[in-house]
């Protein structure tokens, strides 16, 4: 065999073919993962992110470039929490954040902003990074907690460093997006002064005009808890300067689910070994899908026991000031239940043996995926 035949019929190459010719998620992750195999990691993320822009929210690609990410990031993550350890600087603890955040461990990024700016309450760079991380939040699921979070922590910047730029911008997006638009034009304004080329800027006030101030009943507060209420922001960020890329999809309405095709997906998954109950229950707590196997509750004394716990734990989380209610579970001696909640909308499931509840969970979340799309959040 010639050196040019040992390559096509190389198993790196064969896969590299399939993935081209017959693009799929399953191709695609073999042949990221034939590179992590051959150490070949920066090809491997290549991949497996190019994979993610067709076949959005595949698991196992989403794994892969957790993966590579991880080793990646491994030795900045140990030499800044050395660093940390021996000198706290506000530029590690961005730093470290930044990588947990791009990681999607949020909440290890937000524990240490909040740790920074305990120890160095006057560095804007930790305030700014935890307004934008709880913006982005909000933007995504609509959670009050974090609208209201985003905000302080704003405003915290605008008081230590009021002509900063990125901070302006923030605050821009969130006035727009809860419908304070009076207040997004006049921080708009404000950096097309500062920066006159800024012709998106330009062109985007252009469109909006000169909308009304908010009415004296009105605050930034009650504008970001109306909006959890409803379940969507007031103005869409579509077409919004400067937005982080992949913000745009998830903001802008209330989450729309086709009831036919969520009693498909219950019903699928209802023959999962161990599903008693599956429901999926809108805002008000009626029912979209459900469905009962032998050994159930009755559909409607299951549907009634999971409206009154995800009512009972949101009112809970709001009284601790610790969020809104998003995934629980309880285990019993053989089986439990598990409660996901987005935007509104209730994913529960009442199981036996042989299902686990660090199963059940991932097949809620698959549902809210498939259904309403997003994540990390009530």
Known sequence: ??????????????????????????????????????GQMEEALVVAERGLQTFRNTPRLKDIVLFVKKKRSADAIRRLRDEIRVKPAA???SQLADIYRDLGDLDQALDLLAECTERLPGEVAAWRLMGQIRLENYLQEVIAYDGLHAW?????????????????MLLAQLFFAVGANALSVQELKA?????????????????????????????????IERCEETGALTNSLKGFPRLRPGLVQKTGAAPKINPVAATGLVRERAGTPGVL???????????????RNEGGLDEEAFREAIAQVAASAGEACRRM????FA?????FPTGGAAIV?????????????????DRALPILEDFVQKMIGGGGGA
């Open 1 to 38: 065999m010639g050196l040019l035949g040992f390559f096509q019929g190389s198993p790196l190459k064969k896969l590299e073919s399939e993935a081209e010719n017959n693009p799929s998620p399953d191709a695609v992750a073999a042949l990221a993962q034939k590179h992590i195999e051959l």
């Open 91 to 93: 530029q590690a603890y």
């Open 152 to 168: 302080r922590a704003l405003s915290k910047v605008r008081e230590l460093s009021p002509e900063d730029a990125p901070c302006r």
């Open 191 to 223: 950096e097309l002064a500062a920066t006159p080329t800024a012709l998106d800027i330009k062109g985007f006030l252009d469109d909006l005009g000169n909308p009304p101030p908010l009415p004296k009943d009105l605050n930034i507060e009650s504008l």
């Open 277 to 291: 109950n599956l429901a999926v229950l809108d805002r008000e707590g009626r029912v979209v899908a459900s469905v």
């Open 321 to 324: 000031d610790i969020g809104s």
């Open 327 to 331: 995934r629980g579970s309880v285990a």
């Open 341 to 357: 909640r987005r935007r509104g909308t209730t994913f529960a499931m009442f199981f036996g043996d042989p299902m686990k509840q």
